[in-house]
Protein backbone atom coordinates (compact mmCIF):
# COMPACT_ATOMS: atom_id res chain seq x y z
CA UNK A 1 0.00 0.00 0.00
CA UNK A 2 1.27 3.30 -0.89
CA UNK A 3 1.60 6.37 1.31
CA UNK A 4 -0.95 8.00 0.00
CA UNK A 5 -3.33 5.04 -0.04
CA UNK A 6 -2.20 4.57 4.05
CA UNK A 7 -3.30 8.74 4.16
CA UNK A 8 -6.71 8.04 3.15
CA UNK A 9 -7.33 4.75 4.63
CA UNK A 10 -6.24 5.59 8.06
CA UNK A 11 -7.40 9.15 9.46
CA UNK A 12 -7.51 8.58 12.86
CA UNK A 13 -3.54 7.45 12.66
CA UNK A 14 -2.49 10.67 10.48
CA UNK A 15 -4.99 12.97 12.29
CA UNK A 16 -3.30 12.67 15.61
CA UNK A 17 0.47 12.50 13.51
CA UNK A 18 -0.87 16.01 11.59
CA UNK A 19 -2.55 17.69 15.23
CA UNK A 20 1.22 16.62 17.03
CA UNK A 21 2.92 18.43 14.78
CA UNK A 22 0.93 21.80 14.70
CA UNK A 23 0.95 21.48 18.70
CA UNK A 24 3.68 20.16 19.71
CA UNK A 25 6.23 20.99 17.09
CA UNK A 26 5.25 24.42 16.42
CA UNK A 27 4.30 24.76 19.58
CA UNK A 28 7.70 25.15 20.70
CA UNK A 29 8.36 28.11 18.50
CA UNK A 30 4.94 29.35 19.85
CA UNK A 31 5.18 29.05 23.92
CA UNK A 32 7.49 29.85 26.42
CA UNK A 33 9.41 27.25 26.82
CA UNK A 34 8.49 26.40 30.30
CA UNK A 35 4.52 26.30 29.50
CA UNK A 36 5.85 24.09 26.21
CA UNK A 37 7.31 21.37 28.46
CA UNK A 38 4.29 21.50 30.88
CA UNK A 39 2.36 20.91 27.69
CA UNK A 40 4.43 17.79 26.74
CA UNK A 41 3.99 16.72 30.34
CA UNK A 42 0.30 17.29 30.32
CA UNK A 43 0.14 15.05 27.64
CA UNK A 44 2.41 12.46 29.00
CA UNK A 45 0.20 12.33 32.06
CA UNK A 46 -2.66 11.56 30.11
CA UNK A 47 -1.64 9.08 27.79
CA UNK A 48 -1.58 5.74 30.29
CA UNK A 49 -5.50 7.30 30.26
CA UNK A 50 -5.98 5.26 25.87
CA UNK A 51 -6.85 1.81 27.17
CA UNK A 52 -10.18 3.40 28.68
CA UNK A 53 -11.22 4.40 24.81
CA UNK A 54 -12.15 0.80 24.56
CA UNK A 55 -15.34 1.74 26.14
CA UNK A 56 -16.23 3.47 23.28
CA UNK A 57 -15.97 1.14 21.14
CA UNK A 58 -18.56 0.18 18.79
CA UNK A 59 -21.53 1.89 20.64
CA UNK A 60 -20.10 5.94 20.11
CA UNK A 61 -17.29 4.60 17.05
CA UNK A 62 -15.70 2.22 15.42
CA UNK A 63 -12.19 3.95 14.25
CA UNK A 64 -10.13 2.10 11.54
CA UNK A 65 -6.90 1.20 13.03
CA UNK A 66 -3.40 0.74 11.67
CA UNK A 67 -3.08 -3.29 11.82
CA UNK A 68 -6.48 -3.69 12.62
CA UNK A 69 -6.23 -4.23 16.65
CA UNK A 70 -8.89 -2.61 19.09
CA UNK A 71 -6.75 -0.11 20.20
CA UNK A 72 -3.43 0.96 18.98
CA UNK A 73 -0.94 3.74 18.76
CA UNK A 74 -3.41 6.16 17.59
CA UNK A 75 -5.19 6.13 21.18
CA UNK A 76 -2.38 6.57 22.55
CA UNK A 77 -1.25 9.65 20.51
CA UNK A 78 -5.26 11.16 20.79
CA UNK A 79 -4.64 10.69 24.79
CA UNK A 80 -1.26 12.24 24.56
CA UNK A 81 -2.57 15.13 22.14
CA UNK A 82 -6.03 16.05 23.70
CA UNK A 83 -4.32 16.59 27.21
CA UNK A 84 -1.30 18.78 25.48
CA UNK A 85 -3.58 20.70 23.25
CA UNK A 86 -5.56 21.67 26.57
CA UNK A 87 -2.67 22.85 28.09
CA UNK A 88 -1.56 24.86 24.76
CA UNK A 89 -5.48 26.84 25.17
CA UNK A 90 -4.04 28.07 28.27
CA UNK A 91 -0.83 28.55 27.98
CA UNK A 92 -1.73 31.12 25.30
CA UNK A 93 -4.31 32.73 27.03
CA UNK A 94 -3.29 32.82 30.74
CA UNK A 95 0.40 31.69 30.86
CA UNK A 96 1.71 35.41 31.81
CA UNK A 97 -0.44 34.97 34.90
CA UNK A 98 0.62 31.46 35.83
CA UNK A 99 4.18 30.56 38.03
CA UNK A 100 6.09 28.11 36.88
CA UNK A 101 8.85 27.16 38.52
CA UNK A 102 12.16 25.96 37.30
CA UNK A 103 12.05 22.43 38.15
CA UNK A 104 7.86 21.07 37.92
CA UNK A 105 6.88 19.01 40.63
CA UNK A 106 4.27 16.69 40.33
CA UNK A 107 2.31 15.56 43.16
CA UNK A 108 1.38 11.48 42.64
CA UNK A 109 -0.06 11.00 45.78
CA UNK A 110 -2.54 14.05 44.47
CA UNK A 111 -2.18 12.27 40.65
CA UNK A 112 -3.39 9.13 42.05
CA UNK A 113 -6.39 10.34 44.14
CA UNK A 114 -7.99 12.54 41.32
CA UNK A 115 -7.20 10.12 38.86
CA UNK A 116 -8.64 7.52 40.96
CA UNK A 117 -11.66 9.50 41.49
CA UNK A 118 -12.25 10.04 37.50
CA UNK A 119 -12.07 6.54 36.97
CA UNK A 120 -14.10 4.96 40.00
CA UNK A 121 -16.57 7.45 38.45
CA UNK A 122 -16.32 6.55 35.08
CA UNK A 123 -16.93 3.25 36.39
CA UNK A 124 -19.68 2.90 38.17
CA UNK A 125 -21.75 5.40 35.95
CA UNK A 126 -20.67 2.17 33.60
CA UNK A 127 -21.68 -0.63 36.02
CA UNK A 128 -25.23 1.85 36.85
CA UNK A 129 -25.87 1.10 32.98
CA UNK A 130 -24.74 4.50 31.02
CA UNK A 131 -23.42 4.40 28.22
CA UNK A 132 -19.47 5.40 27.75
CA UNK A 133 -19.40 8.69 26.44
CA UNK A 134 -22.01 9.54 28.64
CA UNK A 135 -20.01 8.22 31.90
CA UNK A 136 -17.25 9.72 30.86
CA UNK A 137 -18.69 12.83 30.41
CA UNK A 138 -20.03 13.02 33.84
CA UNK A 139 -17.07 11.64 35.61
CA UNK A 140 -15.11 14.55 34.24
CA UNK A 141 -17.49 17.21 34.24
CA UNK A 142 -18.33 16.08 38.67
CA UNK A 143 -14.11 16.13 38.94
CA UNK A 144 -13.98 19.05 37.38
CA UNK A 145 -16.67 20.73 39.63
CA UNK A 146 -14.70 19.14 42.64
CA UNK A 147 -11.18 20.68 41.30
CA UNK A 148 -12.77 24.41 40.86
CA UNK A 149 -14.49 24.34 44.27
CA UNK A 150 -11.07 23.47 45.71
CA UNK A 151 -9.76 26.64 44.17
CA UNK A 152 -12.51 28.91 43.02
CA UNK A 153 -10.11 31.74 41.74
CA UNK A 154 -9.17 29.05 39.07
CA UNK A 155 -12.93 29.36 37.31
CA UNK A 156 -10.94 31.83 34.80
CA UNK A 157 -8.78 29.11 33.58
CA UNK A 158 -11.75 26.56 33.37
CA UNK A 159 -13.39 28.88 31.24
CA UNK A 160 -10.61 29.52 28.63
CA UNK A 161 -10.33 26.06 28.80
CA UNK A 162 -14.20 25.31 28.25
CA UNK A 163 -14.15 28.12 25.17
CA UNK A 164 -10.85 27.56 23.68
CA UNK A 165 -9.95 24.16 23.54
CA UNK A 166 -13.34 23.78 22.36
CA UNK A 167 -13.31 26.04 19.44
CA UNK A 168 -9.87 24.79 18.72
CA UNK A 169 -11.17 21.21 18.77
CA UNK A 170 -13.90 21.64 17.13
CA UNK A 171 -12.32 23.47 14.41
CA UNK A 172 -9.11 20.54 14.09
CA UNK A 173 -12.57 18.20 13.57
CA UNK A 174 -13.74 20.19 10.84
CA UNK A 175 -10.69 20.48 8.77
CA UNK A 176 -10.02 16.65 9.31
CA UNK A 177 -13.50 15.25 7.72
CA UNK A 178 -12.94 18.20 5.05
CA UNK A 179 -9.27 16.19 4.28
CA UNK A 180 -11.04 12.82 5.31
CA UNK A 181 -14.52 13.44 4.41
CA UNK A 182 -15.30 9.75 4.89
CA UNK A 183 -13.92 9.62 8.42
CA UNK A 184 -17.39 10.77 10.09
CA UNK A 185 -18.53 7.82 9.10
CA UNK A 186 -16.66 5.91 11.65
CA UNK A 187 -18.86 7.38 13.94
CA UNK A 188 -22.30 5.39 15.05
CA UNK A 189 -24.73 8.59 13.56
CA UNK A 190 -27.44 6.07 14.68
CA UNK A 191 -27.06 6.75 18.41
CA UNK A 192 -27.56 10.22 20.73
CA UNK A 193 -24.08 10.93 20.85
CA UNK A 194 -22.65 10.06 17.23
CA UNK A 195 -25.52 12.27 16.08
CA UNK A 196 -24.38 15.39 13.64
CA UNK A 197 -24.29 18.72 14.86
CA UNK A 198 -22.69 21.13 11.74
CA UNK A 199 -21.66 17.89 10.81
CA UNK A 200 -19.37 16.99 13.97
CA UNK A 201 -20.71 14.43 16.16
CA UNK A 202 -22.84 15.52 19.18
CA UNK A 203 -20.54 13.86 21.44
CA UNK A 204 -17.23 15.48 20.68
CA UNK A 205 -18.83 18.59 21.27
CA UNK A 206 -19.47 17.91 24.52
CA UNK A 207 -16.34 16.19 25.50
CA UNK A 208 -14.58 18.97 24.19
CA UNK A 209 -16.44 21.42 26.44
CA UNK A 210 -15.92 19.29 29.47
CA UNK A 211 -12.48 18.06 29.23
CA UNK A 212 -10.66 21.58 27.91
CA UNK A 213 -11.74 22.66 31.79
CA UNK A 214 -10.97 19.26 33.35
CA UNK A 215 -7.58 18.30 32.41
CA UNK A 216 -6.51 22.19 33.38
CA UNK A 217 -7.56 21.74 36.50
CA UNK A 218 -6.28 18.59 37.08
CA UNK A 219 -2.78 19.94 36.27
CA UNK A 220 -3.48 22.80 38.50
CA UNK A 221 -3.89 20.69 41.42
CA UNK A 222 -1.39 18.40 41.21
CA UNK A 223 1.63 20.49 40.29
CA UNK A 224 0.19 22.54 43.10
CA UNK A 225 0.47 26.07 40.53
CA UNK A 226 -0.61 29.65 41.56
CA UNK A 227 -1.90 31.74 39.46
CA UNK A 228 -2.06 35.52 39.75
CA UNK A 229 -5.62 36.87 40.96
CA UNK A 230 -7.60 38.18 38.68
CA UNK A 231 -9.48 41.94 38.77
CA UNK A 232 -12.74 41.48 40.31
CA UNK A 233 -15.86 42.78 38.88
CA UNK A 234 -15.80 45.49 42.01
CA UNK A 235 -12.30 46.53 41.39
CA UNK A 236 -11.97 46.20 44.50
Known amino acids: MTIGALFQAYPYLFTNI????????????????????????C?????????????????????????GWILGVEDILCSFMVAAMSWFVIAVSFGRRIKLPEKMKISWSRYRIIAGISVILFL???????????????????????????????????LAGIIGFTLIYLALVRSYFF???EFVLQWNM???WGGLVLGIPLGEIAW??????????????????????????TGS
Not at 33 to 39: A, C, D, E, G, Q
Not at 46 to 66: K, S, T, V
Not at 126 to 146: E, F, I, N, R
Open 190 to 192: QTF
Open 179 to 181: IWP
Open 43 to 67: GALNAPCFPFLIFLENEYWNPMRAG
Open 18 to 41: VSFLIFVVGGRWILQKRHWRLMII
Open 124 to 158: LGYLAGLKGMTSLLTACGSVAALLLLWKKERWPLA
Open 208 to 233: ASIFGAYWPLFMMHILDLQNEPFPSR
